[in-house]
């Protein structure tokens, strides 16, 4: 794989005139890493695995050439019979790769539909009884489609697989391999994900023919901007200590993580009742109760989203400034994904994860998979001196009883500070891990 940066514009991508008049109303001028790499290979036929993180404008990287290639050949469509499918884990964010469809071809006959569950299934069957050029769908809604004979996947002749690591965290896998089988022999198809875990590898080979592989990572100069930083607390402290950190921010837009649906429906509650503006996105709220969140959140009417990782994934707002993690995550994957909605277009950003001592062994998983130690916050009144010995000690017992080779202290810094800016109080003694560069997008 190759690491690569932007260096054309999209006059060099041979786009059809009518996308490059919308890339232009659009203020799109040069493609991103992704985008200029991925798009001549779309163009050209190949399949392609390519791993690119969240933010990186993957999105356009497919469906701009998508668009180009049902230009260049138009037919009507037929009733039930796609000339595209995207599969994506969750209706947000099918809905937002719907949108990107939508307005890039917005000077075209090339009609979208998305497909996905938890509203009712008239509009959707109408639109494919009418025939749609490309389909984005979630797997179980497709599936529920293709049995009631409404769609049938043999005009398929561009398949895309987007955010296959989530699919797989969701239990996905067993749904998109049934979605494939239905698939023509002859197809091209494009395969995207943020990492990519030895499942999804062997995923990616029954999908992809001799695919052009595309790693993008940041360089020095684009990587984006995000402070993080870990709070040791017990966990009954922890609602208090978010209370006290949003507090402390005056004004801010935050994204708060939960590994439950109910605590992410219960935080939001709390917050609200102690005068913070909140809500929460996750998977019981209907499909109205979750557009009206975002919409709140993107317009900053809402003040602190509070979701599950399953919810998140179709959050595409570039002003947030402080991810907090209020339950780590199980999955290193997971950490990655969350702290990347931070930072965006450019932006600086702060990821505060709380940890517990339930958690200890999540924070060194991350740290591991990050491959550096995330500095520790403990100048505030909710820190648990016990909590982070005992972290101290797993580390330790971990390394075979000693420190690292490159042992460091983290100075305590107060929320929000630049790393490397000391806080009021003393560092914590957890041994550093050696850094390469960091991939938290």
Known sequence: MSTIESTRSFHTLELDASIMQTLKQQQFHIPTPVQSEAIPLVLSGRDVLASAQTGSGKTAAFALPIIHQITAEPRK??????????????RELAGQIAEVFELFSRNLRVSTAVIFGGVGKGAQVTAMRRGVDVVVATPGRLLDLMQEGVISLDHVQTVVLDEADRMLDMGFIPDVRRVIAKLPAQRQSLFFSATLPPQVVELS?????????IAVETNETTRPQIDQSVMFVNRQDKRDALRTLLTEKGSYRALVFTRTKHRAR???KYLNKNGITADDLQGNKS???????LAGFHSGDIQVLVATDIASRGIDVDDIDHVINFELPNEPESYVHRIGRTARAGKAGIAVSFCDESEIEHLAEIE??????????TNHRYHAKAVADAALAYTSRRNGGSQRSAPATHAARRPGTRAGESGRGGGSQRPRSRRRSSRAR
């Open 77 to 90: 469509p037929q009733p039930g019979r796609p000339k595209a499918l995207v599969l994506a884990p969750t």
């Open 205 to 213: 080979r029954a999908l992809l023919t001799d695919p052009a592989r």
């Open 266 to 268: 219960d935080l939001a």
């Open 287 to 293: 499909q109205n109760a979750r557009i009206r969140a």
């Open 368 to 377: 591991r998979a990050i491959e550096q130690s995330v500095p520790v916050i």
